[in-house]
T-cell receptor, first 112, second 117 residues
């Protein structure tokens, strides 16, 4: 069956350090992978999209990698700040459809 | 500009009643999605509308769930004879064209928190 797996344990990290989150997928061959941020009581907000032929994508303090051999994406927040505390979700679509499937998300807590 | 708007933000209903949830997408967006998020769970796809094409209803959990999109804009998700397991946050999202294979970002509303007593 198809799965998108993210770490269920919250990541507690000191302010200023780099937070790294992992998204692993099974039985998908995505051409694109997306990351979203979700705050309590709000809908997810789009952060980054990476294509299968891109190894890495950056936006300000965020960096995403996409390894189609390992079937894995890594999401990095450098110089983390308390305002980065949120849940981060990865998302991708199955072959030939437009249904974005989401992982359960990984919570990040940045400690001042 | 206005984002995706959902109403009501909260809905409490009794088991067995019908509920209607509304979504107003971003103007000009042709694709509209409904997802459900239960406590501690990921987003569960429910239904997808793209322009005038037949909707992708493959995620609807039972025939008690239905959705329509009138005039290519506003959408209503209807749950008939609600059950306690229907309690969740119902999220609506829209995108510009409904890209293929996940190549387009989604804009989400803040959701409707549905509680079935």
């Amino acid at each position: 069956s198809q799965k998108i797996e993210q770490n269920s344990e919250a990541l507690n990290i000191q302010e200023g350090k780099t937070a790294t989150l992992t998204c692993n997928y099974t039985n998908y061959s995505p051409a694109y992978l997306q990351w979203y941020r979700q705050d309590p009581g709000r809908g997810p907000v789009f952060l980054l999209l990476i294509r299968e032929n891109e190894k890495e994508k950056r936006k300000e303090r965020l960096k995403v990698t996409f390894d189609t051999t390992l079937k894995q994406s890594l999401f990095h927040i450098t110089a983390s700040q308390p305002a980065d505390s949120a849940t981060y979700l990865c998302a991708l679509a199955g072959d030939g459809n437009n249904r974005l499937a989401f992982g359960k998300g990984n919570q990040v807590v940045v400690i001042p | 500009g206005a984002g995706v708007s959902q109403s009501p933000s909260n809905k409490v209903t009794e088991k067995g009643k019908d509920v209607e949830l509304r979504c107003d997408p971003i103007s000009g967006h042709t694709a509209l999605y409904w997802y459900r998020q239960s406590l501690g769970q990921g987003l569960e796809f429910l239904i997808y509308f793209q322009g005038n094409s037949a909707p992708d209803k493959s995620g609807l959990p039972s025939d008690r769930f239905s959705a329509e999109r009138t005039g290519g804009s506003v959408s209503t998700l209807t749950i008939q004879r609600t059950q306690q397991e229907d309690s969740a946050v119902y999220l609506c999202a829209s995108s510009l064209r409904g890209g293929t294979g996940g190549n387009e970002k989604l804009f989400f509303g803040s959701g409707t928190q549905l509680s079935v007593l």
